[in-house]
């Protein structure tokens, strides 16, 4: 589907190291000084689902397609990137381009990485993105505030809806604040959605922490999570460097050996790569065969036919029905036939909305 989330933080807090851990078809350059990363790196990055892995095991299909998200390392923003500062109209204009932010946080202390903001403050460096990215929304609306105004005021029905929308997210930006905080309805976001408002996007805060605190937090991590609690946004504790040497490891053997060292379940990444899959809004169905068994994605909401199109096209266009079996009836009785058999497969029509994990078969003629 091509939906992409941004890494983001300031300079030195551990963005490409992270998007080298997460991402496992492109290898972001990772280096102590300030820009190292200038174009942007994107990476696909294959979604942690122990479903998948289990339908294979039943199946015995000859080959498995776990589903994908792009990741983009975007690079490290500074203080005046809303006025050309640094890289801040590249980064700006890379952003806007992303459907969801992985804001990456330093809350750790080591005095040989470079930092020019002075003594480790989550909250402060948070706050530097934010008002960078609130002020380049404010001037998104600005050029259409007045225009806007005078067609409101000309007794133009639609323009008059737009101007209240627009003065109620500039109202909010003055105050230091996130459009996303605001709940705009989907009336109300579609009055803006050309503008492709920065502070819009849905956020996951990532607090890149030490070692000790990697399984606890620290009052680095803390301080972060109090900050946002307004925004109703998820924070993930992790060492960034930690998962990258997890994720360097070939063997699954090693990772887990070098995991029970750590006293890890998982890596951290794995919950990060679901959590972003989630913030986007988006869900997973399978289709399973001896040829392929396979996770596609969808947005949620989705019906039969549009769930169809992500295979072809032509399976929407000439949509007849859709064979489907709930993801918990597969495991338990082992097989599509013996779901057949035990009445656990139903058929569905053009209106059904599509489940996570179900798994389906499309019937189509074009």
């Not at 990258?244 to 090693?254: G, N, R, S």
Request: net charge negative; proline share 3%.
């Amino acid at each position: 589907m091509g939906l992409q989330a941004g890494i983001v933080g300031l300079p030195n807090v551990g963005k490409s190291t992270l998007f080298n851990a997460v991402s496992n078809s492109a290898k972001a350059q990772a280096s102590n000084y300030r820009f190292c990363t200038i174009e942007p790196n994107v990476g696909l990055v294959n979604v942690p689902d122990e479903r998948i892995d289990k339908l294979a095991e039943l199946v015995v299909p000859n080959r498995t397609v776990p589903t994908q998200i792009e990741i983009v390392d975007i690079a490290g923003l500074v203080k005046g990137a809303s006025k050309g500062e640094g890289l801040g109209n590249k980064f700006l204009a890379n952003i806007r381009e992303v459907d969801a932010i992985v804001h990456v946080v330093r809350c750790f202390e080591d005095e040989n990485i470079l930092r020019d903001e002075g003594a480790i403050n989550p909250v402060g460096d948070k706050e530097i993105i934010d008002t960078e990215l609130q002020l380049k929304d404010l001037e998104s609306i600005d050029k259409k505030f007045g225009r806007t105004e005078k067609l409101a005021k000309s007794g133009d029905t639609k323009a008059k809806t737009e101007f209240e929308v627009l003065k109620k997210c500039k109202e909010h930006l003055e105050k230091g604040k996130n459009i996303r905080e605001l709940n705009l309805s989907k009336e109300d976001k579609a009055a803006v959605a050309d503008l492709f408002l920065l502070t819009d996007k849905p956020v996951l805060y990532v607090a890149n922490v030490d070692e000790p605190s990697m399984h606890t937090g620290n009052k680095f991590s803390d301080a972060l999570i109090k900050a946002v609690a307004s925004e109703n946004a998820q924070v993930i504790i992790m060492n960034n460097s930690i998962e990258a040497q997890i994720a360097e490891m070939e063997d699954p053997a090693d990772q887990q050996l070098f995991m029970e060292e750590y006293k890890m379940k998982e890596p951290a990444l794995n919950k990060l790569i679901r959590s972003t899959y989630q913030l986007l809004n988006l869900l997973t169905y399978f289709t399973a065969g001896v040829q392929e068994v396979r996770a596609w994605t969808i947005h949620e909401g989705w019906k039969a036919p549009q769930a169809a199109s992500v295979i072809h096209t032509d399976f929407e266009k000439g949509f007849i029905k859709a064979e489907v079996i709930a993801y918990n009836d597969f495991v338990q009785y082992g097989s599509e036939a013996a779901c057949r058999e035990n009445g656990k497969l139903r058929i569905e029509g053009k209106e059904y909305v599509v489940k996570d994990g179900d798994v389906m078969h499309f019937r189509f003629n074009v």
